[in-house]
Structures are given as C-alpha cells and as structure tokens.
C-alpha cells in the first residue's frame, strides 16, 4: 500500500485513538482500527448489549451477557489482534473524567448516541487541539466530518450546529438502518487512519452526508462562524439534557467492579425498596430537594430507581443546580440488578 507505507504503519502502531461509544459506529470502528494496526486503543462505554440494538451492533451477540460494551468488545479486538494495547473504560464520559481518558490520545473517535456527550466531547477536544472525528446516523442518513483542531481557527462541531438540539430522537427511539452504522463507523475508522498514516485527504472543513436508501452522498464545505469562547462554554455547561443522559449513568458492571468507589443511595419509596447490597443507603426521592443536595460521602453518588428514569431526572436536577456535583445515575437501576442476578 503505497499511500501508507512503512512510515504509516509506523505512525499507526505508535497512535493512541480512543473510541467513545462502542454501540453501533464505534463497535464497527475499533475493530478496523485495530485491524490497520493501532497501536493503542481506549474503548469508553457503560452500557450492557441488548438484543434490540444487535441489528447495527453486529459484533455483539444474543447471550445475555453483565459486560459492559466496551468489555466485550475489547475480548473480541484482542482475539482479531493479540499485540494491540486496549484499555476499557466501563463507564459513560462525563465532565468529571475526560480529562484523564483523553489525555495523551491522538485522535478521539465520537460515536455515542448522545447529543449532549458529542457538545462535550466537541467543545473539550477543540480546547485542547485534539483531533476529533465526528458520526452520527439518524434512521437513513449519516454524517461524518474530520476537525483537526489544530488552533482556535480550527472547524468544529459547534460551526456546523452551534448549540445542541435536545429534540432530536436517538436511534432506540426512532430507529435506524443497520447497514448505516456500519458505513459511517468505517468511514469513522477511516478518517483515523488517514490522519495518523497521511494518507489521502481527510474531510477537514467537509462535513460528508450519506443516505442509505438512495446511496446518495455530498460533501458540503464548512466556514467558520462560531465565535463565542468555549472554555467559558465548556466551564458553565453541565452537557445534562432534559431526558435522562447517558454521559451521566453508570453501568451496575462498572459499579460492582469498583464498589468501595462508589457511594450507592437508594431513592426509590419505602414500599419498593429493596437493597442492592449491604451498604446501599436508602434516602426516598419525596426526601430529597435536588437543590440543597450535598453528600456527606467524600466519593461519587450513585443513585438508583427502579428503571433509571427518576434517578436520572434528579442527576439532571442536581447538576442544574452545580453542575460540579459529582453524582451519577445507575443505568437500568434496580432492574438491571435483578437481571444480573438471574
């Protein structure tokens, strides 16, 4: 492959990429990445596969499994290459955490599903000049774009759409082709390989769309006109959405796995209480004022209901209030623990 090279593999085996969501666009890319011979990935993600979502995440399977995502995509990355270095991040990102798990990367892959976490991940990559490239898939169509970030001139997320639209559905909500998600995390994967390797030309400035009915596709030039300062943006927003946000739930794997990180409250109501393990704390939602919240523990909250829907208004309430309050809602909640224990 003359395009690529020694050199380019070279690069590509010194590159440290990290994939933030391995659902359906970064459980198809990290694969590919790994294939091409990337040195190091770091896979992010606390959600456990579910058969409903194995129509775009193929290389998932139908066994129920307590995994994260991002645990049993790793497994699967390392039998396609043993020699690859991958770290597991067993949790959603969040504003607490990712300066540590994009510090020292040279290209950060956004591929969740969460209007918010992309602002985030956008806002927080362009600060620090960190190459980032952009999917996303919406029932047939997908988009992909490559921003550099290179200075404070650099396209980026927020010149496309300048503020975050909380009434677009996700895919569980209004679907998507399968074959999308796989389209648009290769050309993800691809747009990484590019950078590292030089070779080709990377849509830097281009935001590509793609449908999948019609195969029809264009790439649209992009100028910049944003010009607002994001570290004041990324300082003062809490990424919260009004729905439940995913950059904001925990997984009960990544919880059991860390326990004693974790300070673990109960909100549900007397009548439906039921304990996780013996050092659950149990203060009942009608008791809580979201906006004298304080915990006494010197570690994050982690709040649970009985599906997740109540403790993740109230994390959204909290962080209105102080979005530097380091609480957490459980994915799933008591629910996802009694199917852990069956």
């Not at 970064?26 to 896979?43: D, E, N, Q, R």
């Not at 975050?164 to 998507?176: A, F, H, L, R, T």
Request: aromatic share 8%; proline share 4%; glycine share 8%.
């Amino acid at each position: 492959m003359d395009a690529i090279g020694e050199k380019g593999q070279d690069k590509l085996l010194a590159s440290h990429v990290v994939v933030i969501g391995c659902g359906g666009l970064g459980s198809i890319a990290a694969p590919y990445l790994a294939g091409a011979g990337v040195g190091k990935l770091t896979l992010v993600d606390g959600d456990i596969p579910d058969v409903s979502n194995l129509h775009r995440q193929v290389f998932f399977s139908t066994r129920k499994v307590a995994m994260s995502k991002s645990r049993v995509l790793a497994a699967h990355i390392l039998k396609l290459n043993p020699e690859i270095k991958v770290t597991v991040i067993p949790d959603m990102i969040t504003k607490v955490t990712i300066k540590e798990i994009l510090s020292n990367v040279d290209v950060v892959l956004e591929c969740t599903d969460n209007i918010q976490v992309k602002y985030m991940v956008n806002d927080y990559c362009a600060i620090q000049k960190i190459p980032m490239v952009y999917g996303a898939i919406h029932k047939y169509d997908g988009y992909v774009s490559f921003f550099e970030n290179k200075d404070e001139k650099s396209i980026h997320l927020r010149d496309v759409f300048a503020e975050p639209n909380d009434d677009i559905p996700s895919c569980s909500e209004v679907g998507v082709m399968g074959t999308l998600a796989g389209v648009i995390g290769l050309m993800q994967a691809n747009e990484a390989i590019k950078y590292i390797s030089g070779a080709g030309k990377c849509l830097t400035g281009t935001l590509l769309t793609y449908n999948i009915l019609n195969n029809e596709q264009m790439k649209l030039g992009l100028k910049k006109t944003f010009d607002l300062d994001l570290k004041t943006i990324f300082q003062n927003s809490s990424y919260v959405s009004e729905q439940v946000c995913a950059s904001y739930e925990i997984s009960l794997e990544a919880v059991l796995s860390n326990r004693d990180k974790y300070n673990l409250v109960s909100i549900l109501e007397v009548h439906e209480h039921k304990n996780i393990d013996s050092n659950v704390f149990h203060i009942p939602l009608s008791q809580i004022d979201p906006k004298s919240w304080e915990s006494t523990e010197p570690k994050p909250t982690i709040f649970y209901c009985m599906s997740g829907v109540r403790s993740g208004k109230l994390v959204n309430e909290i962080l209105f209030q102080d979005p530097k309050s380091d609480v957490i809602s459980l994915a799933g909640g008591l629910n996802s623990f009694k199917k852990l224990s069956t």
